[in-house]
């Protein structure tokens, strides 16, 4: 009597992958994509307030220099402000309009200021240049898909390449429609974190098509779905402990690395959770579906016959 | 006991690596642990002051300076006429400069440097630390866009004003010579009487304009070639210009490159005050021809060191050049032609007339930012010369000495006014602050993720666990050592995340092999035969999973730029080093340990 639990897991997780997919589409069409000035254009200040201030207390008071139209909005580190610009609209002197903040805290000095507010970083962009970056941003996406589709044709059976490639597709729409939810800013980091994700993804779906691989070639007379239960079992711990150091990781990332790095590393971190996963439900039963058989992996036994 | 030994001894191959694979991979590692070590040390902050030529400045003085201001300087190193002053931190640093930018720009220039905090011999070997990117350093960086298209313009008038020129020289009526648009030229009207005489002018022009002929309606467009050549020059000129200019804001490490087509990116470690780097490389430079007469009140030095006086008011300036390209005369000799605009070419054949056989200067002014933040023109004669004849609108400068001589001063001529306008379309500027915490969280990430790593690992695999994690820190090394190898290379923020992913990611090598043996073990083979097999069948898996990461890292690295090619760099150093250390490195010290280990069901 065979098991086929781990065959009806996969089915579900599968279900429940789609169900995933079909509502972050709706995600990115409802709430859209945040771009950062990277991409926009605009003009983008770090700030250190030294302040206990909240975000409305602030605004409120720095509201007669700071330019119309635009907000500061509180970062993950405490007491680090962000001040966008978008483009088109009438640029400033960053440094000019520090000492205006400065001037204003201090002459409604309500607020303890020990050092004042400091500039962190400027980043200002045209439209042109952020256009010209979300077309390459586009293009090494669809350059790093094709690329890999090429390598997993030639070196694998065409079901179990098209499997990894649904695996990646999945894995990108998720992360996509979870940073659509979330609200995170698509700068270029989340772009670099997102080529990862997708050399990642791969990574498990490859590992245990190998191991499928391996199975098919050793056991001929198994059907398709107890060789796919058994290639996923026998790589399910190096799945976890792979997907369990990444995490951690990344998660060093998220915690230690400050604002610079928040988005590449949450864009990494929902990659990696979401490609384990989409290893197991998708890339291993999309080639099932397919119709991947043992018989596809046994040497051509006419050929064997004919040799003398 | 006596079967297994047996099989052992029937099977010698098994879990021997040859000696030359040891000493291989010894030498690679050393060699890289030598690239590597620098870069623990750090760097220091400093300032290097130069003394200028003909000024004195002792060591003394500079201590009393930074003393007096309170700005703690660690030490001052004496050498070959360059004082070194280091400090704790970049503020002190950058505190420093202003001060001695202030007091001292008279007599010394003042850089900025870092110097390595490594012992010295490290240096004589060759061993730097790694470059810092822009946004763990701290400074400015600026992406400008070269308008190409107001060059051509300037192209196409001057040829239309030539052409003009010549219709009336020909007593030519009723034809119009008009600008279509910045590559275009059209002439039109009762073109038959003059057509000979045109198309031998244009025959000459062959290489420059393609000539589209329909009745009355002659279409001129700059060739492509003659765009690409004109862009380049332009670029280059541009490019060589912003150099010139940055070298005088005393930043060492800066880098002035060429981007795409038409763009230039800038980046100026340790500088932090983007106000003065925007001023200096909006500052204009120009051109213009002086009359040599002895009652002038212009007096210069020319370029071999005698006093000239000029006139002072110039006979024509440099906005009218529209070209000038160096060459050879039928002798061979250097030459630089120049092209003038229809104004400036009849001024300039009116002076040469009244003229021939006085001298006259070509002067270059460059305004550059003084000590009290103003812009001012610093004047030098490029070329003096004699007129040996009138000069029409295309003349040419004789009597250089080489030909660099005259690529040189083609250069100059044109940046005197060709300079194509920039425009300023992207700028960063990162505090040194934000660039010191962007290098802490980077290191404690990287600090906690391996540790995390090391405790997993020795739990996990214990004895196996140990060589995993020598493996892991040789990765670290050697990752870190190809990075200071690469020529180019910077370590950024996202840099630093490659390397703490490819910690986590490097691992997995580990996992494969691990996992494998275990499986073999538990299937009731001896150790030996088990590691054996380990290593083998995980190889493909291992070289499959790591190629489709380095295939997305390729392509991000040829299409992004900046700070996204830093984290491409890293990871694609990491995914090679992880693989030379998790399948040879660690088998390296497997084998003499467990290679003849032929005990069965223990536990890894």
Redesign the interface.
């Known amino acids: 009597m065979t098991d086929f639990t781990l065959t009806r897991v996969r089915y579900l997780g599968m279900a429940a992958s789609i169900v995933m997919m079909l509502l972050s589409l709706g995600f990115i069409a409802a709430y859209g994509l945040q771009l950062s000035i990277d991409f926009t254009g605009g003009l983008l200040l770090d700030i250190s307030i030294p302040t206990l201030a909240g975000a409305s207390e602030l605004n409120a008071l720095l509201a007669p220099v700071l330019p119309s139209m635009s907000q500061l909005t509180e970062t993950s580190s405490t007491g680090q402000w962000q001040l966008l610009l978008p483009a088109g609209q009438e640029m400033i002197n960053p440094q000019l309009l520090i000492s205006q903040i400065n001037d204003q805290l201090i002459s409604h000095g309500g607020i303890h200021l020990s050092d004042g507010a400091t500039l962190l970083q400027s980043t200002a962009i045209g439209p042109q240049v952020g256009a010209a970056l979300y077309e390459q941003g586009g293009l090494a996406l669809l350059a790093a898909s094709l690329s890999i589709m090429c390598y997993l044709a030639v070196r694998f059976e065409w079901r179990l390449s098209v499997a990894a490639m649904a695996s990646l597709v999945h894995d990108a729409v998720i992360t996509l429609g979870l940073l659509a939810l979330l609200q995170v800013r698509i700068d270029l980091n989340v772009l670099a974190g997102l080529l990862a994700v997708i050399g990642y993804s791969l990574n498990d779906s490859i590992v245990i098509a190998d191991r499928l691989r391996d199975v098919l070639k050793a056991k001929p007379n198994l059907g398709i779905h107890e060789c796919t239960d058994m290639a996923v079992k026998a790589t399910f711990s190096r799945t976890l402990i792979t997907a369990g150091t990444t995490l951690f990781t990344i998660g060093c990332l998220l915690l230690l690395g400050g604002e610079a790095l928040y988005g590449f590393a949450f864009t990494m971190f929902v990659g990696v959770l979401v490609g384990t996963w989409s290893s197991i439900t998708i890339a291993s039963t999309t080639q099932e579906l397919l119709g991947l058989t043992p018989a596809d992996y046994q040497p051509n036994q006419q050929l064997m016959d004919e040799r003398p | 006991m006596s079967h297994t030994q047996r099989k052992g001894i029937n099977r010698p191959s098994i879990n021997r690596l040859s000696k030359w694979k040891y000493g291989l991979f010894i030498v690679m590692f050393l060699a890289l642990l030598m690239q590597a070590i620098p870069s623990f040390y750090g760097d220091i902050p400093a300032l290097g002051i130069q003394v200028k030529q003909d000024k004195y400045l002792s060591p003394e003085a500079v201590t009393r300076l930074l003393d007096t201001t309170a700005v703690p300087a660690k030490e001052l190193q004496f050498e070959a006429g360059e004082m070194l002053v280091t400090f704790d931190t970049i503020a002190h640093q950058q505190q420093a400069k202003a001060l001695l930018d202030t007091q001292l720009a008279k007599d010394a220039d003042i850089t900025v440097q870092y110097y390595s905090a490594a012992p010295e011999w490290f240096k004589t070997l060759g061993a730097d630390p790694v470059k810092l990117g822009l ?1 763990l350093r701290g400074g400015v960086q600026m ?1 400008l ?1 070269v308008d190409l298209d107001a060059v051509y313009q300037r192209h196409t008038e001057a040829t239309a004003q030539e052409l003009k020129t010549l219709l009336r020289a020909e007593r030519i009526r009723n034809v119009q010579v008009r600008q279509v648009s910045s590559v275009e030229l059209a002439i039109t009207g009762m073109l038959a009487p003059a057509e000979d005489r045109l198309s031998a002018t244009l025959d000459t022009k062959r290489m420059q304009w393609q000539v589209r002929k329909s009745d009355n309606d002659w279409r001129l467009t700059l060739t492509e070639s003659e765009q690409q050549t004109i862009a380049a020059a332009a670029m280059e000129q541009n490019i060589q210009t912003l150099r010139n200019r940055i070298g005088e804001l005393g930043i060492v490490e800066a880098s002035v490159i060429r981007q795409g087509r038409d763009h230039i990116r800038i980046e100026l470690p340790g500088v932090h ?3 003065q780097a925007k001023t200096v490389i909006g500052a204009t430079a120009s051109l213009a021809f002086h009359k040599a007469d002895i009652n002038g009140h212009l007096l210069m030095t020319d370029t071999r060191g005698n006093q000239v006086s000029l006139l002072k008011k110039p006979v024509i300036t440099g906005e009218h050049i529209v070209d000038a390209r160096s060459g050879t005369d039928e002798m061979g000799r250097p030459l630089v032609s120049i092209q003038l605009d229809g104004p400036g070419g009849s001024k300039m054949t009116d002076f040469s007339r009244d003229n021939v056989g006085q001298a006259m200067a070509s002067v270059y002014t460059e305004y550059l930012l003084n000590e009290q933040g103003k812009l001012t023109p610093s004047d030098k004669i490029i070329n003096l010369a004699t007129i040996q004849s009138v000069l029409p609108n295309k003349f040419q400068i004789t009597g250089l000495d080489s030909h660099q001589e005259a690529n040189e001063l083609a250069l100059l001529l044109r940046s005197g006014a060709l300079t194509a306008p920039v425009q ?8 040194p ?2 660039g010191e ?2 290098i802490q ?2 290191i ?3 600090a ?2 391996m540790a ?2 090391a405790l ?1 690992l020795m739990v ?1 695999y214990r004895r196996f666990g140990w060589v995993a994690i020598a493996g892991l820190g040789a990765n670290l090394i050697m990752q870190l050592g190809l990075l200071v190898l690469l020529p180019g290379a910077v370590l950024t ?2 840099g630093i ?1 490659g390397l ?2 490819t ?3 490097a ?2 090598t580990n ?2 092999i691990f ?1 494998r043996i275990r ?1 073999r073990l538990r299937e009731g083979a001896s150790l030996a035969v088990a590691i054996d097999f380990g290593y083998r ?1 995980a190889f ?2 291992i070289f ?13 690295y ?4 900046g ?2 090619q830093g ?2 760099t890293t ?1 694609i150093l990491g995914l090679l080093s992880s693989m030379v250390c998790g399948i040879w490195g660690t088998r390296l010290l497997i084998n003499p340990i467990w290679g003849r280990d032929n005990r069965r069901a223990i536990k890894i």
Not at chain 2, 424 to 431: D, L
Not at chain 2, 558 to 561: A, D, E, F
């Open positions: 946004d992406l866009y005050d983007p106000k300023i379309v992207e700028e960063r500027a990162i505090g602050t934000l915490q962007n969280a980077g404690s990430a990287l906690l993720g995390g790593m997993f996990w923020l996202p995340a703490v992913l910690v986590g990611m691992v997995d996992v494969l996992e499986d069948s493909t898996t499959d999973a790591n190629i489709t990461t380095l295939l997305s890292a390729l392509c991000l040829g299409i992004g730029s700070p996204l984290f491409a990871l």
